[in-house]
T-cell receptor, first 111, second 115 residues
Framework: DAKTTQPPSMDCAEGRAANLPCNHS???????VYWYRQIHSQGPQYIIH???NNETNEMASLIITEDRKSSTLILPHATLRDTAVYYC????????????FGAGTTVTVRA | GAVVSQHPSRVICKSGTSVKIECRSL??????MFWYRQFPKQSLMLMAT?????????EQGVEKDKFLINHASLTLSTLTVTSAHPEDSSFYIC???????????FGPGTRLTVL
């Protein structure tokens, strides 16, 4: 039970911003929104997480709606190396809390 | 920081043999490590949760006698696939949860092929 819904795939042009949506309508008050990505044949890579405020780091920005039922991951200037499966996960930040992976969004960046 | 390694990165073995995979947190302590399995074109499936110094907790449908997990220190967990068969061929990935802030970081994965 992944608790999130993402589009199965999306294409974007190299150099343009990629906006990846995620619905998490049943998120509870103490659950954070996490984003990971998995490049082919590698382990998942942490991207960013947030609770209710928008967050930005060197990789991406995370925009969370006021009701917290959805969020958008923004890759500001997509490169070919950003081609990967992107996973949106809700998770409590407590001991032993598992990450439950859904199908994710396969993002293909095209030259 | 927050680097997790796995060894070996790939292994090919004969049916019936046992294979041990190591997961190490290189620059942080992890009381909890997780083991996942990923079949081609599928998502990661959690197999078990490993806590340092105690028995692992297995997900439903995962045989604990087949997938032996040992978590003897704050930086090392091992997964042993016993009497491996071709259907056990998969990509095995571990993650380590930092003691300091409970964030999880993943290893690069181990590709197991059973002939």
């Amino acid at each position: 039970d992944a608790k999130t819904t993402q589009p199965p795939s999306m294409d974007c042009a190299e150099g343009r911003a990629a906006n990846l949506p995620c619905n998490h309508s049943t998120i509870s008050g103490n659950e954070y929104v996490y984003w990971y990505r998995q490049i082919h044949s590698q382990g998942p890579q942490y991207i960013i997480h947030g609770l209710k405020n928008n967050e930005t780091n060197e990789m991406a920005s995370l925009i969370i709606t006021e009701d917290r039922k959805s969020s958008t991951l923004i890759l500001p200037h997509a490169t070919l190396r950003d081609t990967a499966v992107y996973y949106c996960i809700v998770r409590e930040r407590s001991n032993d809390y598992k990450l439950s992976f859904g199908a994710g969004t396969t993002v293909t960046v095209r030259a | 920081g927050a680097v997790v390694s796995q060894h070996p990165s790939r292994v090919i073995c004969k049916s019936g043999t046992s294979v041990k995979i190591e997961c190490r947190s290189l620059d942080f302590q992890a009381t909890t490590m997780f083991w996942y399995r990923q079949f081609p074109k599928q998502s990661l499936m959690l197999m078990a949760t490993s806590n340092e110094g105690s028995k692992a907790t297995y997900e439903q449908g995962v045989e604990k006698d087949k997938f032996l997990i040992n978590h003897a220190s704050l930086t090392l967990s091992t997964l042993t696939v016993t009497s491996a068969h071709p259907e056990d061929s998969s990509f095995y990935i571990c993650s380590a949860q930092k003691l300091a802030d409970n964030e999880q970081f993943f290893g690069p994965g181990t590709r197991l092929t059973v002939l």
